[in-house]
């Protein structure tokens, strides 16, 4: 590797049995360098949209992170298991009578009460720390943890199928969420509303703020290729898909990259982070609403 090493954005479709770290461990092989991060953990169960940054683009990555996103799952009602997936052992079966008794009905009612802003408590297996230790370590190590509920935002939650089958039903659905929200919980929580419990079978992931399913690249198709730094979105292309707008003139531009207050540059309050470029669309910074106006969250340029 010489130089400053490769930087830029890839959208990795990740497949199945494989976790986000290793992932990473396969694209920082693939590019020769240590510099490599994702934003946004999938579980090796699930598949789809995982966005990976290379060198200076892992300065993104925390941000995209904070993103809306979609799923497509299904949800299968009847059983509950200890990791509110089918990965993990079943710890209670549903009555067949009892099952059989939820209409189709009863399934959208409980789907709208868990869509809008809810609070949710995320499922235990998770990388939230209790005590410095991740949830789902502790889980795996016997321990029984309880998490605090937290507010997100379910802003959508459609099931477009239900198939009955013997001792379960099984919905498909679409989801659109805030960050934080974990649709094991969704499923989790849907089969203990209705009483028969619930788990997911299947989830992807198809979109992380701007960037989806059409952006991404098989996994093996990007570490065979013989070159797979080329297949990298460019810091500044990268910046300008994926968050708002604001072009400095040169003078703007000078400021920034000297690193002078943003509240005296930029007229009125940003309310969400943003891109800054220059006038040629170089990206000079990420900015940010503040106490005292807007601020700086990132700096790309000096």
């Known amino acids: 590797m010489t130089g400053a090493g490769p930087s830029g954005l890839i959208v990795i479709d990740k497949p199945t049995g494989i976790t986000s770290h290793g992932v990473v461990g396969r694209i920082r092989r693939a590019m020769d360098t240590r510099r490599v991060g994702h934003a946004g953990t999938l579980d090796p169960m699930a598949t789809g949209v995982l966005i990976v940054g290379v060198g200076r683009a892992t300065r993104l990555l925390g941000h995209l992170a904070l993103q809306g996103k979609d799923y497509e799952a299904t ?23 009892a099952l059989g008794e939820v209409s189709d009905a009863q399934i959208l009612a409980g789907v709208s009460a868990l869509t809008g802003e ?11 720390k209790v005590d410095g230790k991740r949830s789902h370590a502790r889980v795996r190590a016997g321990e029984e943890v309880q998490l605090s509920a937290r507010r997100v935002v379910v802003e959508r939650f459609d099931v477009v199928g239900i198939s009955r089958i013997e001792g ?40 992380v703020g701007g960037w989806h399913m059409s952006d991404a690249w098989p996994l093996e198709q990007i570490v065979d290729a013989p070159d797979p730094r080329a297949l ?13 707008l604001h072009v400095v003139d040169a003078a703007g531009a000078t400021w920034v990259r000297n690193g002078r207050p943003l509240r005296e ?12 470029l220059d006038p040629d669309g170089g990206l000079l910074a990420l900015a940010g609403p503040g106490d005292r106006g807007p601020t700086y969250l990132a700096v790309f340029s000096s």
């Open 75 to 97: 949800i299968r009602l009847g059983a509950t298991t200890v990791t509110d997936d089918r990965e993990g052992d079943v710890l209670h079966i549903a009555d067949p009578t």
């Open 118 to 128: 809810i609070d949710q408590v995320p499922t235990a297996i998770s990388a939230i």
């Open 168 to 207: 379960a039903i099984d919905l498909e659905v679409v989801v659109t969420c805030s960050t934080g929200t974990y649709v094991r919980a969704l499923a989790r929580d849907l089969g203990a509303s209705l009483g028969v419990g619930g788990h997911l079978t299947s989830l992807r992931r198809t979109r």
């Open 232 to 244: 990298l979105t460019d810091l500044d292309v990268a910046a300008r898909s994926s968050f708002p």
């Open 265 to 276: 540059l930029l007229s009125g309050d940003l309310v969400e982070t943003t891109a800054l």
